[in-house]
């Protein structure tokens, strides 16, 4: 037996390529994106990019201004809500600066480029459920078809390869945060309790 077979083998070696491609398949942002990704088909993109262009933004911007028309308070936990989440999200998006999945791993391809470079937390997934869950707590008639939207939103961003499944789980944990915050400070400015 010579010198070399004697030597033991590290699982983490720094030189070995082919233990590192081993470990990042055991990575289940990795794992729950390849899955995403095998059910690809044509129809289902489309849906899938038509859903994520509806989570731009505009939606949103719009509806918090419809709420304003409703009852004026209402219109003020939606424009906080909005304004809390996507600072939080911009903020941790810059410190974190994640690369998008499409950028890590060259077995995924981006169906629909995103606006900016970072991957967490999924902006998209935070504002859609900012807005389900703001409107859970003060407009619950609009809470199933929020939710409903915000549910689709999420799962297109992962199937677009455009986010992990942990930036989607961060995005509605920020967005349960954004929404409990707005409503505690419409309270503050209007001593409206809804």
């Known amino acids: 037996m010579n010198k070399k077979e004697k030597e033991p083998k590290f699982l983490y070696s720094k030189n070995n390529t082919e233990k590192k491609s081993l470990l990042a398949s055991f990575n289940l942002d990795h794992i729950f994106l390849k899955l995403f990704t095998k059910t690809r088909r044509i129809h289902i993109t489309r849906f899938a990019i038509f859903f994520t262009k509806l989570g731009n933004g505009q939606l949103w911007l719009f509806f918090s201004c419809l709420t ?5 308070p209402i219109g003020i936990t939606f424009q906080i809500a909005i304004f809390i989440q996507l ?3 911009v903020l941790l998006k810059n410190l ?3 690369a998008r999945p499409y950028q890590k791993f060259l077995d995924l391809e981006a169906l629909y480029m995103p606006p900016d470079p970072y991957s967490f937390p999924s902006g998209h997934t935070c504002a859609a459920f900012t807005m389900a869950f703001v409107s859970k707590l003060v407009l619950p008639v609009a809470w199933p078809y929020f939710l409903v939207v915000a549910l689709i939103i999420a799962l297109s961003r992962v199937y677009l390869a455009a986010h992990y499944p942990s930036d989607v789980f961060a ?3 920020i967005a349960g945060f954004s929404a409990k915050i707005a409503v505690t400070c419409t309270y503050l400015v209007t001593g409206v309790m809804l």
């Open 68 to 72: 304003f028309l409703y009852y004026v």
């Open 87 to 89: 600072y939080i999200q």
């Open 171 to 173: 995005g509605v944990i």
């Open 96 to 98: 974190i600066k994640r």
